[in-house]
């Protein structure tokens, strides 16, 4: 990756991004704020009087009605009025005594707000209480006549004239509206979300379940366009399997008779040596194809013994070292494991350390000195491959990844293909990793690669490492 793109895409990565999920949700929540707001804010310009002042003018008009018809009634029928308004309107009289035990803690902030607006409409001398006497009640006291005397109403019925404040109400409308919202949310962004998925097992070569086709116009036409698009490309895959196959089949068979006629050609052992190099070179061309073709196949997946794995490779490489070609330092702890496949692990570094032995060399003629340490990450298996060659431009360094990408230095007598570093890209982003290849400051190539433990899915949103 070269310096300023990587450092552009650094920035990317710094910079905090929000979900369509959330956009949705925080968008949703500021418009149902705003007309919350709204609402509230004109319903308390068009209703400016407090309950408890309406209160007050309710029970400031019972108190005088009830004054009115005490005093206008005739005294033989005073009782009767008395037994009337207790029965049919709950309401009840008695004079006030001076030895009346009041009980001013049994009254609630509210009731004690309605004392001061009584005072303004009844008189300097009422008085608000919801105990005397040990009887529960709202007690509101009044005068006929120069005579004190208690009007008694029911407290529910005058608690029940407060209810539940506007900012109450606000605050329950908001929670059902947030919540509503959720809902909302969530319901439009489930199909980006499945697509999202579908998105991220495609990119691995697996085969993504079918996207729903029934719903809004816009997602129904996507996800038949997005499945329409998923069969080709895994019939595509299937075809280029299948035609790899019968061409490796195709090829290996004249090359296996032709191995065999030069055993037997009366031939110098020069001439025999470079011929059987030559075939040997074409069936690696030809087994690199295939391995191209079938990384699409789903993984085994087993508990890796990473050490015990590596000690093989090295193993395999042993004609190597002991003829002076190559020298293999591996650094590893003994207890490292890895879930997924260990034939996808094997082809991968076996890739990167024949890449390192065929263009790490520091000198002609010097053996390829190639260091690969492996270490456990948070989520996987993180190893790193580095060489003393003489690296390669930054400009190529992406393109090296690609499919049949070979340096001009590369063609020729190396036998390389093209497809070493693909393949192990292409391994490490099936498990959801990357490979990153980045020119150490001392000279040589480090490849950088990232493999987690494979979990049947790449996470939505974590692109691969590169």
Same mark, same amino acid.
């Given at each position: 990756?070269?310096?300023?793109?990587?450092?552009?895409?650094?920035?990317?990565?710094?910079?905090?991004?929000? /979900?369509?999920?959330?956009?949705?949700?925080?968008?949703?929540?500021?418009?149902?704020?705003? /007309?919350?707001?709204?609402?509230?804010?004109? &319903?308390?310009?068009?209703?400016?009087?407090?309950?408890?002042?309406? +209160?007050?003018?309710?029970?400031?008009?019972?108190?005088?009605?009830?004054?009115?018809?005490?005093?206008? *009634?005739?005294?033989?029928?005073?009782?009767?009025?008395?037994?009337?308004?207790?029965?049919?309107?709950?309401?009840?009289?008695?004079?006030?005594?001076?030895?009346?035990?009041?009980?001013?803690? *049994?009254?609630?902030?509210?009731?004690?707000?309605?004392?001061?607006?009584?005072?303004?409409?009844?008189?300097?001398?009422?008085?608000? &209480?919801?105990?005397?006497?040990?009887?529960?009640?709202?007690?509101?006291?009044?005068?006929?006549?120069?005579?004190? !005397?208690?009007?008694?109403?029911?407290?529910?019925?005058?608690?029940?004239?407060?209810?539940?404040?506007?900012?109450?109400?606000?605050?329950?409308?908001?929670?059902?509206?947030?919540?509503? &919202?959720?809902? #909302?949310?969530?319901?439009? @962004?489930?199909?980006?979300?499945?697509?999202?998925?579908?998105?991220?097992?495609?990119?691995?070569?697996?085969?993504?379940?079918?996207?729903?086709? %029934?719903?809004?116009?816009?997602?129904?036409?996507?996800?038949?366009?997005? @499945?329409?698009?998923?069969?080709?490309?895994?019939?595509?895959?299937?075809?280029?399997?299948?035609?790899?196959?019968?061409?490796?089949?195709?090829?290996?068979?004249?090359? *296996?008779?032709?191995?065999?006629?030069?055993?037997?050609?009366?031939?110098?052992?020069?001439?025999?040596?470079?011929?059987?190099?030559?075939?040997?070179?074409?069936?690696?061309?030809?087994?690199?194809?295939? %391995?191209?073709?079938?990384?699409?196949?789903?993984?085994?997946?087993?508990?890796?013994?990473?050490?015990?794995? +590596?000690?093989?490779?090295?193993?395999? !490489?042993?004609?190597?070292?002991?003829?002076?070609?190559?020298?293999?330092? #591996?650094?590893?702890? %003994?207890?490292?494991?890895?879930?997924?496949?260990?034939?996808?692990?094997?082809?991968?570094?076996? @890739?990167?350390?024949?890449?390192?032995?065929?263009?790490?060399?520091?000198?002609?003629?010097?053996?390829?000195?190639?260091?690969?340490?492996? %270490?456990?990450?948070?989520?996987?298996?993180?190893?790193?491959?580095?060489?003393?060659?003489?690296?390669?431009?930054?400009?190529?360094?992406?393109?090296?990844?690609?499919?049949?990408?070979?340096?001009? /230095?590369?063609?020729?007598?190396?036998?390389?293909?093209?497809?070493?570093?693909?393949?192990?890209?292409?391994?490490?982003?099936?498990?959801?990793?990357?490979?990153?290849?980045?020119?150490?400051?001392?000279?040589?190539?480090?490849? /950088?690669?990232?493999?987690?433990? !494979?979990?049947?899915?790449?996470?939505?949103?974590?692109?691969?490492?590169?």
């Amino acid at each position: 990756m070269r310096p300023q793109a990587a450092d552009t895409a650094g920035a990317r990565a710094a910079t905090p991004r929000i /979900s369509l999920f959330w956009r949705t949700f925080l968008l949703l929540a500021l418009l149902i704020g705003v /007309s919350l707001g709204a609402t509230l804010g004109i &319903a308390g310009l068009l209703d400016r009087a407090p309950p408890e002042q309406r +209160l007050a003018w309710e029970v400031a008009s019972v108190v005088n009605l009830t004054r009115s018809a005490l005093v206008s *009634a005739e005294p033989d029928r005073r009782l009767d009025l008395l037994d009337q308004l207790a029965h049919e309107e709950e309401v009840r009289v008695l004079p006030k005594e001076p030895e009346d035990r009041i009980d001013d803690a *049994a009254t609630g902030p509210r009731l004690r707000a309605l004392q001061p607006r009584l005072r303004q409409l009844l008189g300097a001398g009422t008085r608000v &209480a919801c105990r005397v006497n040990g009887t529960d009640g709202v007690w509101i006291s009044f005068e006929i006549d120069g005579d004190d !005397y208690w009007l008694i109403l029911p407290r529910a019925r005058v608690e029940r004239q407060f209810g539940p404040g506007i900012g109450l109400l606000g605050l329950i409308a908001a929670g059902l509206s947030l919540l509503g &919202a959720l809902l #909302i949310s969530r319901l439009v @962004n489930r199909p980006l979300a499945d697509l999202s998925r579908a998105i991220a097992r495609l990119s691995r070569g697996q085969a993504p379940p079918p996207l729903a086709e %029934q719903g809004p116009t816009e997602i129904a036409a996507l996800n038949r366009r997005f @499945n329409r698009l998923a069969r080709d490309l895994a019939r595509l895959d299937a075809d280029r399997s299948l035609a790899l196959a019968g061409i490796s089949h195709d090829i290996r068979s004249p090359l *296996a008779r032709l191995r065999m006629e030069i055993e037997l050609a009366p031939l110098e052992a020069g001439e025999r040596a470079s011929m059987a190099e030559d075939i040997e070179r074409i069936d690696r061309i030809v087994g690199q194809f295939v %391995q191209y073709a079938r990384i699409a196949e789903p993984p085994r997946t087993e508990r890796v013994d990473v050490a015990a794995l +590596l000690a093989g490779l090295e193993h395999g !490489y042993r004609g190597a070292i002991e003829a002076g070609e190559l020298v293999l330092e #591996i650094d590893a702890a %003994q207890a490292l494991h890895w879930i997924g496949d260990p034939t996808d692990l094997h082809r991968a570094l076996a @890739n990167l350390i024949d890449n390192s032995m065929r263009y790490g060399r520091a000198a002609a003629g010097e053996p390829a000195r190639v260091q690969l340490r492996a %270490q456990r990450s948070s989520d996987g298996l993180s190893i790193e491959v580095r060489d003393h060659g003489p690296g390669v431009p930054p400009a190529d360094l992406d393109r090296l990844l690609e499919p049949f990408a070979r340096m001009d /230095s590369a063609r020729g007598e190396s036998g390389g293909s093209g497809l070493g570093l693909a393949i192990v890209e292409r391994l490490a982003r099936r498990y959801g990793g990357g490979l990153r290849l980045v020119n150490l400051p001392a000279g040589g190539l480090s490849a /950088s690669l990232t493999l987690p433990d !494979y979990r049947g899915m790449v996470e939505v949103g974590r692109p691969p490492a590169r």
